[in-house]
């Protein structure tokens, strides 16, 4: 089974700029959620996908939105590009919110860097 | 709200020597944890879980038991090798219904020969 894939995975914008980053999931996966990781923050949540509907939001502004196709594949969208957005995105798939205890299986990341 | 705390690292370990990296955890209810690894350049996985007090999480020589009492949930391997080299987090859930995955920092452990 085709694991998660991610593309692209580097990406280099300047401020400003907008991005769009893709996440297809495992077959079979319904739920899809969006990590940010950064060497002082660490992995922050970003948002969550089930069903084409955004089940759950971390603390990140309005420019970072994210949608789901009626296929569980996922966009996130980045407007308005600041240096601080420069940090590896991390999606992740697991069979639905709730079941398999959460057991989320991640994508290799997109690295995307601001200049 | 859920956190996770994780032992700072870098560990520097020297290979076969005994690996703890220490987990403790503030939740609700009874979560479900994880520990998940992080090779370089690649995404996380899955290395074990409990998802119930007293449960021991095993996998690839490493073994981590959820203990309510002191809310931990420590990971350990006997005899860790070079190929063992990555960052470890550990994680929590709350079970059921849309609850995002809480992380600990990361804690990046280094086995040299």
């Known amino acids: 089974k085709a694991g998660v894939t991610q593309t692209p995975r580097y990406l280099i914008k300047t401020r400003g700029q907008q991005v769009t980053l893709s996440c297809s999931p495992i077959?079979?996966?319904?739920?899809v959620s969006w990590y940010q990781q950064t060497p002082g923050q660490g992995l922050q949540f970003l948002f969550e996908y089930f069903s084409e509907t955004q089940r759950n939001k971390g603390n990140f502004p309005g420019r970072f939105s994210g949608r789901q196709f009626s296929n569980s594949r996922s966009e996130m969208n980045v407007s308005t590009l600041e240096l601080g957005d420069s940090a590896l995105y991390l999606c992740?798939?697991?069979?639905?919110?709730?079941?398999?205890?959460?057991?989320?299986?991640f994508g290799p990341g997109t690295r995307l860097t601001v200049t | 709200g859920n956190s996770v705390t994780q032992m700072e690292g870098p560990v520097t370990l020297s290979e076969e020597a005994f690996l703890t990296i220490n987990c403790t955890y503030t939740a609700t209810g009874y979560p479900s944890l994880f520990w998940y690894v992080q090779y370089p350049g690649e995404g996380l996985q899955l290395l074990l879980k409990?998802?119930?007090?007293?449960d021991k999480g095993s996998n690839k020589g490493f073994e981590a038991t959820y203990r309510k009492e002191t809310t931990s949930f420590h990971l350990e391997k006997g005899s860790v090798q070079v190929s063992d080299s990555a960052v470890y987090f550990c994680?929590?859930?709350?079970?059921?219904?849309?609850?995002?995955?809480?992380f600990g920092t990361g804690t990046k452990l280094q086995v040299i020969p």
């Open positions: 409990a998802t119930k007090a007293d």
């Open positions: 992740a798939s697991s069979l639905a919110p709730g079941q398999g205890a959460h057991e989320q299986y």
């Open positions: 994680a929590l859930a709350n079970s059921g219904g849309y609850q995002k995955v809480t």
């Open positions: 077959s079979g996966h319904r739920s």
